[in-house]
């Protein structure tokens, strides 16, 4: 147990690729203003043209793309069990000052690292989430296409990119439940594309929305430690990031109205 414990602390924290890693604007792939706004307007272009295309287009076909779809949720399952992992140990590896910095960095923090190392992966893996949205057009599965799927993963990369820039407090916790929520999330996917669809879909979503309300709870902590205490680094991206979750937390309230509650309802006036 221990040397597992080891093992994976060497590779996923205290290796020099990781801890001697600094995220530099300009210098480090991604990490421009420029490389953000070209890959979203990819994106929503992309994704506005295919989706008109298709509909005059043949589907590709489940054949074809049920054994595309299970490789690309297992590999973003497996890798944001990884980035859980190497969050994880980066936070508890070095408990007295990382265990503070993932609800509050100093004000004066460099953005080097694990941590920064780890919120890296996690915004290069955005992109990679992009893939989902290009199996459901190619599905033709133009019911999954909706507002909350292309809103959450257009902006949830800008918001990596933003909690990169601002150095910002409490991203650490972002990585970390994100990744785990993500990790149940493909995992699901992953048995849908194989066919074994779960029966546990509700818990799926009930997790995501676990994750915010839990991100809330401690960002009434690290306020009180901003305008209180010693000052936490990042403000307006937490400003952001906040906004944007409470608008993410209405979303996926509403999805689980429309999927579990009316329909629970309708079982019961039937019975
Ligand atoms: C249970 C949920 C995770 C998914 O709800 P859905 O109604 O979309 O799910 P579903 O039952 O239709 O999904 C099963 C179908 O998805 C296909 N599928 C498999 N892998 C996929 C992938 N990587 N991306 C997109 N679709 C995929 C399966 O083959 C199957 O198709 P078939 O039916 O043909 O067999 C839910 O809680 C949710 O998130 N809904 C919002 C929609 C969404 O886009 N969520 C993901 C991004 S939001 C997010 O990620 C939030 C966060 O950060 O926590």
Redesign the pocket.
Known sequence: MTSVYSTLTYWLVNHPKISNFTWTEGETFGSTVFFVSLVLSVYLSATFLLRHAMVSLPSLG?RI??PI??V??LI?CLLSLIMAIGCTLSITSDPTPRFFHAICFPVDVKPKGPLFFWAQVFYLSKIL?F???L??IL?K?F??L?F??VY??AT?LFMCFIWLRTRQSMFPLGVLT?ST??VI??G???L??V?C?PRW??L??D??LV?FVFGFGILAFMLSEHYFGSGCSGIWGIYFTAAFSAS?MAL?FN??SK?YVKKTTEMIKLS
Do not use: W
């Open positions: 489940p793309l049920k779809t299970a690309h949720s973003l989430e893939g989902d949205t199996l459901i599905g599965s019911r999954r909706s909350l799927h959450h993963h949830v994100n929520v993500h999330m493909y699901y996917y992953f849908c594309a066919g669809r879909k509700r799926v979503t997790f995501q994750q993410l996926f999805f689980r999927n």
